[in-house]
């Protein structure tokens, strides 16, 4: 175990930055849970997205969790607000300033720069500032890490980039994932709402289900609906569990075009609560998703995934986690956009959905052999 470097180890407040989506911030727990050991007594506070900012009923080792929509950072709700240019960042600078941190820790994939939050920390008032950077920051960086991962091959999983980050500063970082788990505190309130809703959804108690979450923030990282339903009717069929169909609001056309082709043959959940989708994941045989926030959730209750893994980065696969990883190889693969630039979508539907069904058959027979 390092030991904390000096001007790190008398930090009694230390605000965390991670604006990015729910399951980026996921990713980034096993580094807050080292931040937290570290420094047992000092307050913790995490600087997240509105997305990320749902995480805080469930992340006890955090002691406060404050939400704002980076414009540098894609937005994850409908429209920033109206307001004058920069009103924004004055004030959450204000509002830093005041809560008198001592040192803040900013968590960023490879493809971002640390550079804005580090200037806002910096007005802020924050004293010591670690990122990673893949130019030298001066001034806007107390604590810099050079910045060596490039998109491809030579990227680092997302939660060992974070774990090396605060390894830097003396925070150790774990040698293998399974001492370093995401970190997803669950409710029993959570699980007997979800109890209840499958139970008025129709589904007797003991009845072994599995979950398909159709969705994905980036049109490039889902599956065909069409496809998902194949590989669930032919898992319902080999194994007599029920299919349980997941997502959110803005999930919904892909929810119905899944629902319309499995004709009746699966229950719909309505959008859940983050707990709620987290113990229906907790109590599934299987889940079946994209490269999304709930494969990240799977991960993080236990839970066995077949993710179908669309090859646009290939750094945020699940970590420490039953699961097969699906996809097909394409010469384009690490492209790192939204939208396949392509249009044959080929890295996903080339995965057959008897493939998917046969994955997940197997992770169902191994849990039940542990």
Not at 237 to 264: I, R
Request: hydrophobic content about 50%.
């Amino acid at each position: 175990m390092t030991a904390i470097q000096a001007p790190w180890a008398g930090v009694r407040k230390l605000l965390a930055v991670r604006l990015d989506s729910l399951g980026d911030v996921l990713m980034t727990t096993p580094a807050l849970a080292a931040l937290r050991e570290g420094l047992p007594t000092a307050q913790l506070h995490l600087l997240t997205s509105p997305a990320g900012a749902a995480l805080a009923p469930h992340l006890p080792l955090v002691d406060d969790v404050l939400a704002w929509e980076a414009p540098w950072v894609a937005p994850r709700t409908a429209a920033l607000p109206a307001e004058p240019l920069g009103h924004a960042e004055l004030a959450l600078v204000q509002q830093l300033a005041a809560a008198g941190y001592q040192a803040a820790v900013i968590f960023t994939v490879c493809t971002q720069s640390a550079l804005p939050a580090a200037l806002l920390c910096r007005q802020a008032g924050i004293p010591l500032r670690l990122a990673h950077c893949r130019e030298n920051p001066y001034g806007l960086l107390s604590h810099w890490v050079r910045d060596d991962d490039r998109p491809g091959d030579g990227m680092r999983h997302e939660v060992r980039r974070q774990l090396d980050l605060v390894a830097s500063a003396g925070f150790a970082a774990t040698a293998t994932a399974s001492a370093a788990p995401l970190r997803l505190a669950l409710h029993e309130a959570d699980r007997h709402a979800v109890r209840q809703r499958l139970a008025a959804a129709g589904l007797p108690a003991q009845q072994p289900y599995f979950v398909v979450h159709p969705g994905a923030a980036a049109a490039s990282r889902r599956y065909p609906p069409e496809s998902f339903a194949a590989a669930a009717r032919a898992l319902a069929a080999d194994t007599g569990h029920a299919a349980v169909l997941a997502g959110s609001a803005d999930d919904a056309p892909q929810l119905d075009a899944l629902h319309q082709a499995m004709a009746g043959a699966a229950l719909r959940m309505d959008p859940l609560p983050l707990g709620q989708l987290a113990a229906l994941i907790e109590g599934a045989c299987v889940l079946l998703c994209n490269n999304s926030a709930p494969a990240h959730i799977a991960a993080a209750v236990g839970a066995p995934v077949v993710v179908l893994y669309a090859l646009t980065n290939p750094q945020h696969t699940p970590w420490a986690a039953r699961s097969r990883v699906l996809s097909h190889p394409v010469p384009c693969s690490g492209c790192l956009k939204s939208v396949c630039p392509e249009g044959h979508h080929a890295c996903l539907r080339g995965v057959p959905p008897q493939g998917v069904a046969a994955a997940a058959r197997a992770l169902m027979h191994g849990a039940q052999a542990r």
